[in-house]
């Protein structure tokens, strides 16, 4: 039977679930430029200093189980950026296609809109089409495209800004 994604704010306890999660990413994809799984404990760390900087994480639930999780953060660091965030967004691969993704999106977009900021980053891989679709749907506009910045699986990969001014 087919249960509806709901969002809700990451705890502590689910840092397990967003660690594997990103994971699968890492090791089977290009959406992530990390080149090695993360452990536990550094995804821990990243997410005490999250909350400590006050910005805010969110996991997708589906049937009981945390299916996503989405995060904005600082964009740049020098304070003329303040107004400007960068996000990230992963879904279990079992989960995609189901909504969980344009939910965790149309919540980290009306946070970001009631925090007063302008301008929403993600940077895509640009072989990460699925990705790139995504972002479209949802009203983002692709405004950089930087050539073979990355490196990963023995090729050079491009990596694109998609925009939403908010
Ligand atoms: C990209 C990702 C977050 C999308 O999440 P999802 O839960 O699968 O997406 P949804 O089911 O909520 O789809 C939302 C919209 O995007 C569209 N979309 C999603 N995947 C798509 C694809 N592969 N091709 C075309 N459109 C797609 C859907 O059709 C849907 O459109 P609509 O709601 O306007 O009808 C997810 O596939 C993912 O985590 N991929 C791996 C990690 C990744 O690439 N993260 C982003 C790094 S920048």
Not at 78 to 104: C, I, M, N, W
Not at 117 to 136: K, M, P, R, W, Y
Request: no cysteine; aromatic share 12%.
């Amino acid at each position: 039977m087919f249960t509806a994604p709901l969002v809700r704010p990451a705890f502590l306890r689910d840092v397990p679930a967003i660690t594997a999660i990103y994971n699968h990413a890492v090791v089977h994809t290009t959406a992530s430029y990390d080149l090695e799984p993360v452990t536990e404990a550094s995804r821990l760390a990243w997410f005490e200093a999250r909350q400590a900087d006050g910005w805010p994480v969110w996991v997708a639930e589906q049937g009981g189980q945390v299916v996503g999780w989405a995060t904005f953060g600082p964009f740049r660091a020098k304070p003329g950026y303040r107004f400007t965030a960068e996000h990230s967004v992963y879904v279990a691969p079992d989960a995609q296609g189901q909504g969980a993704g344009r939910l965790l999106m149309t919540t980290l977009i009306a946070e970001a809109r009631q925090r007063g900021l302008h301008s929403l980053i993600g940077g895509v891989d640009a072989e990460n089409t699925s990705s790139l679709a995504f972002h479209a749907r949802l009203g983002f506009v692709p405004v950089a495209h930087f050539r073979q910045v990355g490196r990963k699986f023995d090729r050079w990969l491009d990596l694109v800004f998609v925009q939403l001014l908010l």
